[in-house]
């Protein structure tokens, strides 16, 4: 579990986004993940993070990891998000995949880093930029 707070927290460094501001921590999904945010089909929930400007939502599931980055990939071209280059992760294994997918155009963006486990399957975590709220 630390090991994979370390991965997040590079994450968010390597956005330029820093660790400042909220920290806050969850076994559930975030209730306001945007549309373009999906969780894997069948996978179980890890833990959701909201690091100030970004929020984290780790899952496990049984998918091989090159099935997970597919999934990601398809679903990114039908959202509208372009693959760009991700950052490679502090601490990344050499069997770790990662995906960055952006919308220039609408600031939208999700990362996605798939760790095989040696027990079979994959953990899997989403970071996204949280939208900024509309002033009222």
């Given at each position: 579990?630390?090991?994979?707070?370390?991965?997040?927290?590079?994450?968010?460094?390597?956005?330029?986004?820093?660790?400042?501001?909220?920290?806050?921590?969850?076994?559930?999904?975030?209730?306001?993940?945007?549309?373009?945010?999906?969780?894997?089909?069948?996978?179980?929930?890890?833990?959701?993070?909201?690091?100030?400007?970004?929020?984290?939502?780790?899952?496990?599931?049984?998918?091989?990891?090159?099935?997970?980055?597919?999934?990601?990939?398809?679903?990114?071209?039908?959202?509208?998000?372009?693959?760009?280059?991700?950052?490679?992760?502090?601490?990344?294994?050499?069997?770790?995949?990662?995906?960055?997918?952006?919308?220039?155009?609408?600031?939208?963006?999700?990362?996605?880093?798939?760790?095989?486990?040696?027990?079979?399957?994959?953990?899997?975590s989403l970071t996204w930029k949280v939208a900024a709220k509309a002033a009222s």
């Amino acid at each position: 579990m630390k090991r994979l707070i370390v991965a997040f927290a590079a994450v968010a460094a390597l956005s330029g986004l820093g660790l400042g501001g909220c920290f806050k921590m969850d076994k559930t999904p975030p209730k306001d993940m945007p549309a373009y945010v999906k969780l894997y089909p069948g996978a179980t929930q890890m833990m959701s993070m909201n690091l100030g400007g970004m929020e984290v939502d780790v899952v496990t599931t049984t998918a091989a990891p090159d099935d997970v980055i597919g999934f990601y990939r398809t679903q990114g071209a039908s959202d509208g998000l372009s693959e760009t280059a991700a950052p490679t992760a502090s601490g990344a294994g050499p069997n770790d995949k990662q995906l960055a997918l952006t919308d220039a155009a609408t600031g939208r963006m999700l990362v996605v880093v798939v760790k095989p486990q040696s027990s079979g399957g994959s953990v899997v975590s989403l970071t996204w930029k949280v939208a900024a709220k509309a002033a009222s």
